[in-house]
């Protein structure tokens, strides 16, 4: 998974556990895509500054991963979800039409949109 992709997982996913200092700061380099000299010039603080907020921050967010796995969580249940639509296509095509087959995917799709 590309770095700044796994970033913004990370922050969706832990963001809230961070300051609000960071939380900005990571925000803005890696969802708004400012560099650091920007950040620091919005900011009034140094290039160098952002970037050890950026670094330490991103080390915070790992950390937290490592200990708490949502993003191998989260990753798993797109997994099931998938098979699990790709089941329900393979009883459509076997005849099956069922208000609960109906019910179940939609379910399915809900819970895949929201997780």
Request: proline share 2%.
């Amino acid at each position: 998974m590309e770095n700044a992709l796994r970033m913004v997982l990370l922050l969706d996913f832990y963001g809230p556990l961070l300051t609000d200092r960071q939380q900005e700061v990571f925000q803005m380099y890696f969802h708004d895509d400012l560099s650091l000299g920007e950040i620091g010039e919005e900011l009034g603080v140094s290039r160098q500054a952002i970037y050890d907020i950026v670094r330490r921050t991103g080390l915070i967010l790992e950390e937290f991963d490592s200990k708490l796995g949502l993003i191998e969580r989260h990753r798993e249940r797109q997994l099931l979800y998938g098979e699990l639509l790709a089941l329900i296509e393979l009883c459509r095509q076997d005849g099956a039409s069922s208000p609960h087959l109906i019910a179940m995917e939609e379910k399915i799709l809900k819970a895949r949109s929201t997780s």
